[in-house]
């Protein structure tokens, strides 16, 4: 089982009760342990590619190369490769949003209020 991030809402439970997400891995493990097979949990740090990331923030893959390489945006290599961890993804995503909202604010106050 392949637990997705973006699937992943932590504000989704009500207080004591499991997300969805952790009856299904819980049910998985259930029956894979009864079954006498041994069970091995593991966990990742999910990367993307330039392209990824790219197609994501509607950016160019060079374009995210370029700010790889100026420093704005923090990859690892992978053999040849940048690789950028989710969590660097979703600091440049909610940076870009922040941005988008502060450029465009005076024009949405001029739509609403004249």
Do not use: C, K
């Given at each position: 089982m392949t637990?997705d991030?973006?699937?992943v809402?932590p504000?989704?439970t009500a207080?004591?009760?499991?997300?969805?997400?952790?009856?299904?891995?819980?049910g998985?493990v259930?029956?894979a342990?009864e079954a006498?097979e041994?069970?091995?949990?593991?966990?990742?740090v999910?990367?993307?590619?330039?392209a990824?990331?790219?197609r994501?923030?509607?950016?160019?893959?060079?374009?995210?190369?370029?700010?790889?390489?100026?420093?704005?945006?923090?990859?690892v290599?992978?053999?040849n490769?940048h690789?950028i961890p989710?969590?660097e993804?979703q600091?440049?995503?909610?940076?870009l949003?922040?941005?988008?909202a502060?450029?465009?604010?005076?024009?949405?106050?001029?739509?609403?209020f004249g």
């Amino acid at each position: 089982m392949t637990l997705d991030p973006d699937q992943v809402d932590p504000t989704s439970t009500a207080a004591g009760t499991l997300p969805h997400w952790a009856g299904d891995l819980l049910g998985r493990v259930r029956a894979a342990a009864e079954a006498g097979e041994t069970v091995t949990v593991t966990s990742a740090v999910r990367m993307l590619t330039p392209a990824q990331v790219g197609r994501r923030l509607g950016l160019s893959r060079s374009t995210v190369t370029r700010r790889i390489a100026r420093g704005e945006i923090h990859a690892v290599m992978v053999g040849n490769r940048h690789r950028i961890p989710y969590p660097e993804y979703q600091r440049v995503w909610r940076e870009l949003a922040r941005r988008i909202a502060a450029d465009s604010a005076a024009d949405v106050e001029a739509d609403l209020f004249g």
